[in-house]
């Protein structure tokens, strides 16, 4: 153990330079959050994720955020265990039937003012679970949502080109 | 004892139905079936409903045979195996949801995956029954937990935890009911069902290359596993054979999946007992491997690229010997992080004793993967029924018994030194040659038991003669494993509940469907 913390502190951390954040979500974003909100965020947001029906390999890759690699909390940017604590809401899923009061009901608790990352092509449009009768669809169909960030499932770069973006965002003035 | 084939000789056999033998069954039969399994070590693999019939498939551990058992029941009853076979509990009350039928006899008659918030009741029985979603609902609290009853509760010394279904962390939802003396655990309840998409009935009538995407989307940690089962039941329908190149591109595929998702593990079991330095060191070499993924397979969790008729993508010389040389890199450092792990005394003061199932339960619910191989029950779908290329490698199927937390981590550290083995075999011995075939076209139904990460897969088809999907069934390993948890939890602290969760990992998509 010793070995490998005294190689981590030759060599320096392992972590990647960061991706610049996404002009599409910065655009998507400027047409909808308010510069009176973005003002009492600062540069540090707190990120609650709920799945509302993804397969699970949404969750894998936002995980992998947290790995030394892309190490996430960098940039101000932290997973939060309740709404309560949450500026941003990032969703994954084709939002089942069984899941939305869920996902409402999360959102609800999550303070003003905040913004609703739908996240993979499940959450963006229902992907391949598309016209299912368990399904409601799109997260937009259960709560507003403001980003998207498409792929099956998005790589972690592609999430975190997104989430720069709402952190981009919140700081501009 | 009795021979499985040799209990059913007198039925008839279904023939389009491959490689296992799928067997008619009349009321009589099946009521014989319900009465010999408590006397039978016959193991209970699935059960799953279709309009107006119930399979169910079972192994007889002793020749080391398979097959598949089906009742029809155009009243809709059959006579429930649960009391026998408890693993076949949920299932039972899956099929009730989905198809109406009525498993006669069932211990327990609640609703399972549906949560009374679909826009019909049955949605995949011939006739659906259209259901108003603004009437009173099942709403989530409506449904009748178990109740907590006796002296204790009466005095007052049982409190209840609801947890879920959002959980705290990046995790799936689905709700767990504690019910706890003090700190300790005296039941869990589980309800899921949260993240059922609808997939059976999606799959209906969909080309192979839609469900195919379907499939490898049931549970995304086992995308390949789950594509591999898929593939390998419409191969066994059609009778056609992927080419051996195919074989060792997938065997390398699921082998690489198993390593990333033991790493993932091992690092976030740690993680739960406050050791972050092997959930930091884990993580990374799980990274590498699904960077590695990325670069020679096109996707980091392989997606889409095991097909039916073989595999979508090559491997070239390069990509040969950059994932010789990651799994070379990854072995040694596996071993050190274990040692780490095995020399922390307050690590290990967490796992060991720790949510321990006894070897009989996992019997009983014919429990895969490493709860099953933790707990003493040898099974691995990659030895029995076997499928190529695991025939022509060598590998072993690491076994303990203690049933514990710890016994769970060191089967997963000793699992990743036997996948990186199998890798090395097939990078040596990748035969040339096409990658796939194509398929014919016709009717056929077909079964495959595969071994993904989490345990054994079994996946059901029947085809339409246009080469359509008429039914799936992918029953995840989960489905009988899920209920183990409850009993791993029994007695234990609630802080302790992440630590054993961790150490199953069941997936709530693969179950919830």
């Known amino acids: ?173 | 004892m009795t021979d499985l084939i040799q209990f059913l000789h007198d039925c008839p056999v279904v023939s389009r139905h491959r490689p296992w033998p799928r067997i008619e069954v009349d009321a009589a039969k099946w009521q014989m079936l319900a009465a010999r399994l408590p006397m039978e070590e016959w193991e209970l693999l699935a059960l799953w409903g279709e309009p107006d019939a119930v399979h169910v498939a079972l192994h007889d551990p002793q020749p080391g045979t398979f097959a598949v058992l089906s009742r029809a029941c155009p009243g809709g009853g059959f006579a429930s195996l649960s009391t026998a076979r408890p693993g076949a509990l949920r299932l039972e009350r899956a099929a009730r949801d989905l198809f109406g039928l009525v498993p006669e006899g069932i211990p327990d008659a609640r609703p399972w995956l549906d949560h009374g918030r679909w826009p019909m009741r049955r949605p995949l029985a011939t006739a659906p029954e259209p259901r108003s979603l603004d009437e009173p609902a099942a709403r989530a609290t409506d449904y009748p937990f178990l109740p907590v009853t006796g002296k204790l509760a009466e005095q007052g010394g049982l409190h209840q935890i609801p947890v879920g279904p959002i959980h705290a962390g990046i995790i799936e939802p689905g709700h767990f009911r504690f019910t706890a003396n003090g700190e300790t655990v005296v039941r869990l309840e589980e309800r899921l069902g949260y993240v059922h998409k609808g997939i059976e009935k999606l799959m209906q009538g969909r080309t192979l290359a839609d469900a195919a995407s379907l499939a490898g989307r049931i549970s995304g940690d086992s995308t390949v596993a789950h594509a591999l089962a898929f593939a390998r039941a419409v191969e066994a329908a059609l009778d056609v054979a992927a080419p051996p190149r195919a074989h060792y591109l997938r065997a390398i595929m699921a082998e690489l999946e198993r390593v990333a998702n033991h790493l993932g593990d091992f690092g976030a079991i740690c993680n739960d007992a406050a050791f972050s330095f092997i959930l930091a060191e884990a993580s990374t070499l799980r990274e590498d491997v699904l960077r590695a993924a990325h670069v020679n397979f096109g996707h980091r969790l392989m997606m889409d690229k095991v097909i039916p008729g073989g595999v979508a993508v090559d491997l070239f010389e390069p990509g040969i010997e950059a994932l010789r040389r990651l799994v070379g890199r990854i072995r040694p450092r596996v071993l050190h992080l274990a040692a780490i792990y095995d020399g922390k005394p307050s690590l290990l003061d967490r796992t060991i004793g720790t949510g321990t199932v006894a070897r009989n339960l996992v019997q009983r619910f014919a429990a895969g993967g490493y709860v099953g191989r933790a707990s003493g029950r040898a099974f691995d779908a990659r030895r029995t029924p076997g499928y190529p290329p695991y025939d022509d490698l060598e590998f072993e199927v690491p076994i303990l018994d203690e049933g514990d937390v710890h016994a769970r981590v060191w089967i997963r550290i000793r699992e990743i030194g036997e996948s990186i083995r199998l890798i090395e075999q097939c990078l040596e011995r990748l035969p040339g040659g096409a990658i796939a075939v194509p398929l014919p076209q016709h009717s056929g139904e077909g079964i495959a038991l595969v071994e993904g990460f989490r345990g054994d897969i079994l996946t059901s088809v029947k085809l339409a003669a246009d080469g359509t999907v008429v039914r799936c069934h992918a029953r995840d390993p989960s489905w009988l494993q899920w209920p183990l948890l409850e009993a791993a939890v029994e007695g234990n602290i609630v802080a302790d509940f992440p630590l054993c969760n961790k150490s199953f990992n069941c997936s709530y998509a693969g179950h919830d469907l």
């Open chain 1, 1 to 173: 153990m010793w070995s490998i913390i005294a190689r981590s502190l030759l060599r320096g951390p392992r972590t990647e330079k960061a991706p610049p954040p996404d002009d599409t979500a910065l655009a998507e974003l400027a047409s909808k959050v308010d510069a009176v909100a973005r003002d009492r965020l600062g540069r540090s947001l707190s990120i609650r994720q709920v799945d509302a029906g993804s397969c699970n390999g949404c969750e894998l890759e936002i995980n992998a955020l947290q790995n030394p690699y892309y190490d996430l909390e960098r940039f101000g940017l932290k997973f939060v265990a309740s709404p309560r604590h949450a500026d941003v809401l990032l969703v994954t899923g084709p939002v089942t039937h069984n899941m939305s009061e869920a996902l409402q009901r999360a959102w609800r608790a999550t303070p003003d003012p905040k913004w609703v990352v739908a996240a993979g092509d499940c959450a963006c449009s229902g992907g391949v679970f598309a016209g299912s009768y368990a399904c409601v669809g799109p997260v937009s169909n259960a709560i507003p949502v403001d980003v998207h960030i498409k792929g099956c499932p998005p790589t972690p770069t592609q999430l975190l080109e997104g989430l720069l973006a709402v952190l981009e965002h919140s700081a501009r003035r």
